[in-house]
């Protein structure tokens, strides 16, 4: 069965410019986790998706936004980019959303740099 | 709110060396722990989970975890490094209910020959 797998996996973006960056779980996952991972801050949870509905929210600007299609897949979007913002960004999917009991699988991740 | 400490950033151990990290959690009732493992260009890899019955956890690669409410620690150990397990190690935590995890900043292992 095919991992976790995130879409593009390196980007370079200015200030200012918007991004996307796409998820595809585990197959018959239905619940995705994005998180930001930093030196500074570690891994921070952004939100998590499962049938299409936004379940839980992280301590994010609103220009963190996300969403999930009917086959799963899920995006993430980021407007007006800011320095701060490079990062890699982890997608992680599980098979429903029962809570952190759930193991979590994670893609390889979508490296962004933020000129 | 549940949170996690990982008091070590870096070790360094020699190859055959015995290993343990360490992971102190904050949460009012049994938590749910995870080690995960991140090695360089990758995403995480899960090593183990503990959820409850048995503190003494076994994972994959050979490592083992032992969840000690008393001192809210939850240690990773391993007896015996090899060179391939240079990595960095996260702890997590999770709470019961539809809560995300909350990660350790993690610590970083290097091995020596």
């Known amino acids: 069965k095919a991992g976790v797998t995130q879409t593009p996996r390196y980007l370079i973006k200015t200030r200012g410019q918007q991004v996307t960056l796409s998820c595809s779980p585990i197959s018959g996952h239905r619940s995705v986790s994005w998180y930001q991972q930093t030196p500074g801050q570690g891994l921070q949870f952004l939100f998590e998706?499962?049938?299409?509905?936004?379940?839980n929210k992280g301590n994010f600007p609103g220009r963190f936004s996300g969403r999930q299609f009917s086959n799963s897949r899920s995006e993430m979007n980021v407007s007006t980019l800011e320095l701060g913002d490079s990062a890699l960004y982890l997608c992680a999917s599980s098979l429903s959303s029962g809570g952190a009991q759930e193991t979590q699988y994670f893609g390889p991740g979508t490296r962004l740099l933020v000129l | 709110a549940q949170s996690v400490t990982q008091p070590d950033i870096h070790i360094t151990v020699s190859e055959g060396a015995s290993l343990e990290l360490r992971c102190n959690y904050s949460?009012?009732?049994?938590?749910?722990l995870f080690w995960y493992v991140q090695s360089p260009g990758q995403g995480l890899q899960l090593l183990l989970k503990?959820?409850?019955?048995?503190?003494l956890v076994q994972g994959i690669k050979g490592f083992e975890a032992e969840f000690k409410r008393s001192q809210s620690s939850f240690n990773l150990r391993k007896p015996s490094v090899h060179w391939s397990d240079a990595a960095e190690y996260f702890c997590a935590v999770g709470a019961r209910g539809n809560t995300p995890l909350v990660f350790g900043k993690g610590t970083r292992l290097s091995v020596i020959a």
């Open positions: 503990y959820f409850s019955g048995d503190t």
């Open positions: 949460y009012g009732a049994t938590p749910y």
């Open positions: 998706y499962f049938s299409e509905t936004q379940r």
